[in-house]
Nanobody, 125 residues
Framework: QVQLVESGGGLVQAGGSLRLSCAAS????????MGWYRQAPGKQRELVAT???????TYADSVKGRFTISRDNAKNTVYLQMNSLKPEDTAVYYC???????????????????WGQGTQVTVSS
């Protein structure tokens, strides 16, 4: 099985910065896209940013120019650098990996999507 482990969340004042990390564990051959989503209380989960294995990125309009997603394919790790944080960025942030190919129990297996457990980001005004 493949698991995603997130770290880096916390409490920060408005205007501050945080860096989230998400590492995929397991014997992994490839991951197509990795990304970050967030869910605020009472709201639906929404896309924050994604990055393909080739480095193509997408961002939600609300974070463009403030957040930067990056990826280390050798470490199967994705990062989210968050600058100029606003109170409305407060949410649980979830890491996602799409189309994962991995080795398990003497077989090559594929998973459509894997999610992390989430990490809380709180921005105070």
């Amino acid at each position: 099985q493949v698991q995603l482990v997130e770290s880096g969340g916390g409490l920060v004042q408005a205007g501050g910065s945080l860096r989230l990390s998400c590492a995929a564990s397991g014997v992994i051959f490839s991951i197509n896209a990795m990304g970050w989503y967030r869910q605020a209380p009472g709201k639906q989960r929404e896309l924050v940013a994604t990055i393909t294995s080739g480095g193509t990125t997408t961002y939600a309009d609300s974070v463009k120019g403030r957040f930067t997603i990056s990826r280390d394919n050798a470490k199967n790790t994705v990062y989210l650098q968050m600058n100029s944080l606003k109170p409305e960025d407060t949410a649980v942030y979830y890491c996602n990996a799409e189309r994962v190919t991995y080795y398990d129990n003497d077989s090559i297996r594929r998973m459509g999507a894997v999610w992390g457990q989430g990490t809380q980001v709180t921005v105070s005004s």
